[in-house]
């Protein structure tokens, strides 16, 4: 699977994009070959929304992309802010209880040596993973690798804010070993959920 992640910084109307999104953005999608979901999410004390849609090939986002550039320049019309795009490989889904409006997100940017990837990421599926799916309020995980830059997304998504405050306050002790085996660890946020339509 692969993935888009688009980030409006300093969003001025977070719902309007939502809204546009549902309304106008996901039509567009669904017409897409290889289309298998998109999700919003946001911080909006950070003036934050992200989207990420999934594709069931690289060629299938990259197809996507001249159709859906009207689209996103329409939304960051009505969102505001500065828009980036970035473009990466799913490499682990894990759904326990499939995520929804007021879910809590956090968003772990992190880096590697793109020698380091496949080898790391055996390890978060191996010892990792299990730990964090042991916390209570556990919804789902989702590691994302860019193979060509070393740069990747890691998202869990919580029941509630407490459980991802917990998580993440357990997570502070597997950061050594992470940072041992070359992991940079990169900005972290704390989002909503504000949409998710999923195949």
Same mark, same amino acid.
């Given at each position: 699977?692969?993935?888009?992640?688009?980030?409006?910084?300093?969003? $001025?109307d977070?719902?309007?994009?939502?809204?546009?999104?549902?309304?106008?953005?996901?039509?567009?999608?669904?017409?897409?070959?290889?289309?298998?979901?998109i999700?919003?999410?946001?911080?909006r004390s950070?003036?934050?929304?992200?989207?990420?849609?999934?594709?069931?090939?690289?060629a299938?986002?990259?197809?996507?992309?001249?159709?859906?550039?009207?689209?996103?320049?329409?939304?960051?019309?009505?969102?505001?802010g500065?828009?980036?795009?970035?473009?990466?490989?799913?490499?682990?889904?894990?759904?326990?209880?499939?995520?929804?409006?007021?879910?809590?997100?956090m968003?772990?940017?992190?880096?590697?040596?793109?020698?380091?990837?496949?080898?790391?990421?055996?390890?978060? $599926? @191996?010892?990792?993973v299990?730990?964090?799916?042991?916390n209570?309020?556990?919804? @789902?995980?989702?590691?994302?690798?860019?193979?060509?830059t070393?740069?990747?997304l890691v998202?869990?998504?919580?029941?509630?804010?407490?459980a991802? $405050?917990?998580?993440?306050?357990e997570?502070?002790?597997?950061?050594?070993?992470?940072?041992?085996?070359?992991? @940079?660890?990169?900005?972290?946020?704390?989002?909503?959920?504000?949409?998710?339509?999923?195949?």
């Amino acid at each position: 699977m692969y993935t888009r992640v688009l980030e409006f910084a300093g969003a $001025k109307d977070i719902d309007g994009g939502v809204e546009y999104l549902r309304h106008k953005v996901v039509p567009i999608l669904d017409a897409q070959k290889g289309h298998r979901g998109i999700t919003a999410n946001a911080d909006r004390s950070g003036a934050l929304l992200g989207i990420l849609s999934l594709w069931e090939t690289e060629a299938d986002r990259e197809a996507s992309d001249g159709v859906l550039a009207n689209a996103r320049q329409e939304a960051l019309e009505i969102v505001g802010g500065e828009l980036t795009v970035e473009n990466y490989e799913q490499l682990l889904a894990d759904v326990s209880t499939p995520p929804g409006p007021g879910s809590a997100l956090m968003v772990q940017r992190i880096s590697m040596d793109t020698a380091k990837i496949d080898e790391n990421f055996a390890f978060f $599926k @191996s010892d990792v993973v299990p730990r964090i799916k042991a916390n209570a309020g556990f919804q @789902s995980i989702r590691n994302m690798m860019n193979r060509e830059t070393g740069h990747g997304l890691v998202g869990t998504v919580w029941a509630d804010q407490d459980a991802m $405050k917990a998580a993440a306050a357990e997570a502070q002790s597997r950061r050594q070993e992470a940072i041992a085996r070359g992991v @940079s660890f990169d900005s972290v946020s704390s989002r909503e959920i504000l949409y998710s339509l999923l195949r």
